[in-house]
């Protein structure tokens, strides 16, 4: 599973040309082929610079199909918690289920502080605790909405694990991230329209807003703020984490 893990994000990384780090993970490859190794791999995880500072997008010169900006980022992620994770283990094959309940998105990431990895589920990212939708919220009127890619990112974040643990255990991990990057999911058009309905349902508007959403365009006032809402059935509820409202208004 760990040199199966490395193969896809040499895929991916030579896809979205991501050259650097690339040329590090080919190097892992041949360690653990040549030496049965992971040492080389697991040196990439630590602060500054490290690979748990790359962000894939456009804006840094990254090759990214098209449609699929708030995807990529989120499919190199996880495959990064892939890669760590196996490195960890290079030697276990592991159930579906092992890794729904073992793999967090954050894990990687947490490898640099001390104890990362006993970190709660919530803050590890687990698979299974569904991630929240993100827009933008007036704090002083209560107006609220989310963009397409805000949309795009919550489906990406809630699916693409899936997607990528399935293909693990049938060992089809590169035609998998390819189908991803590619935007090749059968059902997507679906999700998308019943997260739009959703969204519409609970009275937040849907615009296309990659800029602050400062001042308010509802009431103009300058106290706004990046908010995010959780799904509760087929509307959205207010997460628990966010600023307060001045008053009780909306989801």
């Known amino acids: 599973m760990y040199e199966n893990s490395l193969i896809a994000m040499e895929y991916f990384l030579k896809e979205v040309n991501e050259i650097h780090w690339l040329k590090w993970i080919q190097k892992d490859i041949e360690e653990w082929i040549t030496e049965r190794s992971t040492v080389h791999h697991l040196s990439a995880y630590g602060g ?16 990214i199909p098209e449609g699929a900006e708030a995807w990529a980022d989120v499919i190199f992620n996880w495959l990064k918690a ?3 994770f196996f490195a960890k283990n290079p030697e276990i094959e592991y ?10 998105y954050h894990d990687a990431s947490l490898s640099a502080f001390v104890n990362g990895e006993n970190a709660p589920d919530e803050m590890r990212g ?3 605790n569904r991630s929240p939708i993100q827009g933008w919220r007036c704090l002083n009127c209560g107006y609220a909405e989310v963009c397409d890619s805000g949309i795009n990112r919550y489906i990406a ?9 399935e293909a693990c255990v049938s060992n089809r991990l590169v035609s998998t991230v390819r189908g991803l990057l ?17 969204i519409d349902e609970s009275g937040i508007l849907i615009r296309n ?11 103009g006032s300058n106290n706004t703020a990046i908010y995010r809402w959780r ?5 959205l509820v207010a997460d628990k984490d966010n600023l307060p409202l001045e008053s009780k208004k909306g989801p």
């Open 48 to 63: 500054m610079g490290s690979f748990n500072d790359v962000v894939i997008c456009g804006a840094n010169n990254h090759s």
């Open 82 to 84: 892939l890669c760590y």
């Open 95 to 104: 159930s579906l289920s092992d890794l729904k309940e073992q793999i967090g």
């Open 126 to 128: 687990i698979f299974d």
């Open 157 to 165: 974040q809630n699916i693409v694990p899936a997607y990528l643990f």
């Open 182 to 198: 590619y935007l090749n999911i059968s059902n997507l058009d679906h999700l998308i329209s019943n997260a739009k309905q959703s």
């Open 209 to 219: 807003r990659e800029e602050w959403m400062r001042p308010c365009p509802s009431c």
């Open 231 to 235: 799904f509760s059935g087929k509307r």
